[in-house]
């Protein structure tokens, strides 16, 4: 079997036998990402200095020195994380030619861990999306079919891994967008606790939702990324100063004792033929396994939608303020056309830098702020998100994880919901609750629809207990054993 297709434990583990050398694992992959680049464009840049930092690895395992877990392992990283030296962009032309001077903290324990960054992945401009259409520079693809979206904001970070151009990515999720795009692209996808993984170094889209995490191939490969990028950091006061447990090492399919439970709200009619099976023979494996599974109900996700959008709209509107071709981000060509006044300074250099979906977040997000509808907006749906958490955690009193469908149906065509920004926000109606709890949560994959398209499960779990929630991942996946299955993007 070609590394391409290895697990990333399968590719270190050749690595430190010495089988092969970080250069060569490298290389490998840093040349298929390129070839398939045009056809699915996962990437935004590659790394020039990639075979360099991957010579580094090589030379001090020859000199005898400790090796990290990720040691030589080449990852995609999502363009909205900062990396010194490599430009980050967010797939805005706000930022095309931004250069940051220092690295996000999530890349920094990756590098410290050993790991080489390949390049930076594909997204919805500032992670403003559900379908990665929204991108400068052009929209992803699914690998499965280059037809289909493969979901967003995520998109290239998945789409990086389900094509086999990096064993692993970052990606970020704010309402779901880790989650949907692993869900879409047939791979493991996590976002963990809110404050699990430190959020310095993350161009900011909505700062009480926005966390980072792993996408992969396996569970086990999910664990021991989350393991390498978990932890307090002193550069962000939301990182809790728990300890971060050996996820990896504890991974087990015996569910005995369990109980799991299914939000019967997220069991509805929208969802399709092909999810509704797949999710269902995820339930009879986990109570083949010797989990207990009981029907629970959280009346309040009904509003995640409305709740999230008012919460995360409000939230970028501040975040972006900065971008205002002064300080930060593209400055419209005053030398032709000079402007008249500071507000068409900002108005030409933020019309040009933003794109329409980020401009009609940053404008419902200011109308939710604005003087007369704070009140009844922003604050509203910050006590109901309150509210919602309380049903969460009493919901976990009586079961240890909640089992959903990701989406109500597999990938969309590209272009299918550009149109309709209602029908592209309602794709998220099975996330957005987690983010709004700080709930850990993933995707694992679950089957195929009948077109061939991958279909996920959710699984998420109470605040900080993300190893009952791998447990549970870890017995889907041994059971259907799909980890050697990929898409053939040759075609």
């Avoid at 056809?39 to 690895?57: D, G, M, T, Y």
């Avoid at 980050?88 to 032309?93: E, P, W």
């Avoid at 030409?348 to 007369?372: H, M, N, Q």
Wanted: proline share 5%; aromatic share 8%; hydrophobic share 35%.
């Amino acid at each position: 079997m070609s590394i391409v297709h290895q697990s990333l434990f399968e590719l270190k583990e050749l690595i430190n036998k010495g089988e092969m050398t970080a250069v060569e694992v490298t290389e490998t992959f840093l040349n298929r990402a390129q070839q398939l680049n045009p056809k699915v464009n996962a990437f935004i840049s590659f790394n020039e200095k990639a075979l360099e930092e991957a010579q580094r690895v090589d030379q001090r395992r020859q000199q005898g020195e400790d090796l990290g877990p990720l040691a030589g392992v080449p990852l995609a990283i999502k363009d909205l994380l900062c990396t010194e030296g490599l430009k980050t962009t967010a797939a805005s032309k706000m930022l095309h030619n931004f250069i940051p001077p220092y690295s996000a903290t999530v890349v920094e324990r990756l590098q410290t861990a050993g790991a080489v960054v390949l390049g930076k992945a594909n997204l919805d401009e500032f992670a403003m999306g559900s379908s990665n259409e929204n991108s400068f520079f052009g929209p992803c693809k699914n690998p499965w079919s280059l037809e289909h979206v493969p979901g967003g904001s995520s998109g290239g970070s998945a789409a990086a891994v389900a094509a086999s151009m990096a064993p692993a990515s970052i990606g970020t999720d704010t309402g779901g967008s880790i989650r949907q795009p692993a869900n879409f692209c047939g791979i493991v996808g996590v976002k963990p606790t809110y404050g699990r993984v430190s959020r310095y170094g993350i161009v900011a889209f909505a700062s009480s939702l926005d966390q980072a995490g792993p996408m992969t191939k396996t569970v086990k490969d999910s664990a021991l990324m989350l393991e390498v990028i978990s932890g307090q950091d002193p550069h962000d006061s939301t990182t809790s100063s728990r300890r971060v447990p050996r996820w990896s090492e504890a991974l087990s399919e015996n569910l005995k004792g369990l109980k799991v439970g299914l939000p019967k709200e997220y069991f509805s009619d929208q969802i399709s033929e092909d999810t509704r099976k797949a999710v269902e023979n995820c339930i009879e494996i986990v109570k083949a396994q010797g989990a207990e599974v009981t029907e629970v109900s959280l009346p309040l996700v009904k509003y995640g939608i409305p709740i999230y959008y008012l919460i995360a709209t409000s939230e970028a509107s501040s975040n972006l303020a900065r971008y205002d071709g002064v300080r930060f981000g593209h400055r419209s060509n005053f030398q032709e056309i000079p402007a008249k006044d500071l507000a068409e300074f900002y108005s030409r250099s933020r019309g040009e830098g933003f794109g329409s979906e980020v401009k009609r977040r940053i404008i419902l997000g200011t109308y939710c702020l604005s003087s007369g509808y704070y009140d009844a907006y922003y604050k509203k749906a910050s006590q109901v998100r309150r509210l919602l958490t309380e049903q969460f955690k009493k919901a976990f009193e009586a079961c240890d994880v909640l089992l959903s469908p990701v989406t109500t149906h597999p990938a969309f065509r590209l272009g299918e919901r550009v149109a309709d920004p209602l029908q592209m926000y309602l794709n998220d109606i099975y996330t957005t609750a987690t983010n709004l709890a700080g709930l850990p949560g993933m995707s694992v994959p679950a089957g195929f629809s009948q077109d061939g398209l991958p279909i996920g499960v959710q699984l998420s779990a109470a605040h900080f207990d993300e190893q009952t929630m791998f447990n549970v991942a870890y017995a889907i996946e041994q059971a259907l054993n799909l980890t050697k299955r990929w898409p053939d993007v040759q075609q």
